[in-house]
């Protein structure tokens, strides 16, 4: 019969919005906008606006309908998402520089080679691009200088335990520094001083010594005879 029939399930009985839908479905109001066209010239008066009429108010029932669910939907993402508060700029500026730190940020290298360290970081977006450039360059300016004194001091610790070292393995002034670095090159305060050439030149100052004071000593003695 090329019919089609719709039984209404009952989770959707006693429903006014279906029971509407049913009563003035969609296919229905575009036959009787089509209907409207084509009757335009023929139709008498009163049935024309009845059906002009008609048409305009179920386009500008579903555009106010449309209108109040985009508005709903903006009305709760706006009461979902909690408005942010920005940090004042030294508070960020303090954060963004304990990134460059805690991420090992080298103050010899440049802000290009060094932005896969720290551009994942939530913390990298505290401030803006002008911001966090000029921020890098003070933070390599201040790196370099306490670098400096870190490596500095670090070294001087190390001349210290060398020094250490040397005094108690009784070198004489004949010992060679390969000599002396076969027999303590484990000791941890051998290992101190990271570069040979100062090690061996922390080595021949101490020789340098020991020859000095060696030779006071035969002085001293021919003086006594």
């Not at 500008?60 to 979902?80: F, I, R, Y």
């Not at 551009?119 to 921020?135: A, G, H, M, T």
Request: hydrophobic residues 30%; aromatic residues 8%; positive net charge.
């Amino acid at each position: 019969m090329q019919l089609s029939v719709w039984e209404k399930p009952v989770d959707l009985k006693h429903r006014g919005d279906i029971n509407r839908i049913i009563e003035d479905p969609p296919h229905k109001r575009k036959l009787e906008a089509a209907a409207t066209d084509k009757c335009v010239s023929s139709c008498p008066g009163d049935e024309t606006d009845d059906l002009s009429i008609k048409t305009k108010r179920n386009k500008t029932e579903d555009s106010q309908a449309a209108d109040q669910g985009k508005a709903e939907t903006e009305e709760k993402n706006e009461e979902t998402s909690a408005p942010q508060v920005t940090p004042p700029l030294e508070e960020r500026i303090t954060h963004f520089r304990d990134m460059l730190l805690e991420r090992g940020v080298s103050a010899f290298s440049t802000w290009e080679k060094e932005l896969h360290k720290i551009v994942f970081d939530p913390r990298y977006l505290l401030l803006n691009s002008e911001e966090r450039k000029q921020i890098f360059e003070q933070f390599v300016k201040t790196r370099i200088r306490e670098e400096y004194k870190e490596k500095k001091n670090k070294l001087l610790l190390a001349k210290e335990e060398f020094k250490k070292l040397l005094e108690e393995s009784k070198v004489s002034p004949r010992t060679t520094f390969k000599e002396f670095a076969e027999k303590y090159g484990r000791d941890q305060r051998f290992r101190l001083v990271q570069k040979k050439k100062d090690q061996e030149h922390f080595f021949n100052q101490f020789i340098l010594i020991l020859k000095k004071r060696d030779k006071e000593n035969r002085i001293r003695l021919r003086k006594m005879r």
